[in-house]
């Protein structure tokens, strides 16, 4: 996986639409290096959920109402982090609703 890449727009893709409306709130986090260390980089409101014809990914869903936090360290020995990789499946399950509220708790306080 490559390195997390700041940008001047708020957006992820996905092969996953699930239940994502206008309106959520998604929290890009991304794993790096050995032992992993693990950084959230941004988070944004959604605005729009977009098929796409090119690419690799079926969804793009972006919006402008958003922040860039990369490089902020996420303390990976924190409870709302162990619950977050457990409801993720260590992330390997892509995109994710979240509705524990401590995890989302955490990650509103971290990311202000």
Known sequence: MDPFRPSPTF???????????KGDTVWLVTGEG?????????TFVVER????IAGKFTYRVSGSDGKSLYPLKIDKTAS???????VTGNFRYGLQPI?????VGALKHLSQ
């Open 49 to 52: 959920v977009a098929s796409q």
């Open 80 to 86: 709302w982090f162990r619950e977050l990789l457990k």
């Open 99 to 103: 509705k524990n509220q401590s995890i």
């Open 11 to 21: 957006g992820i893709v996905t092969d996953k639409r699930g239940g994502l409306r």
């Open 34 to 42: 050995r032992p992993r260390e693990y950084f959230l980089c941004e």
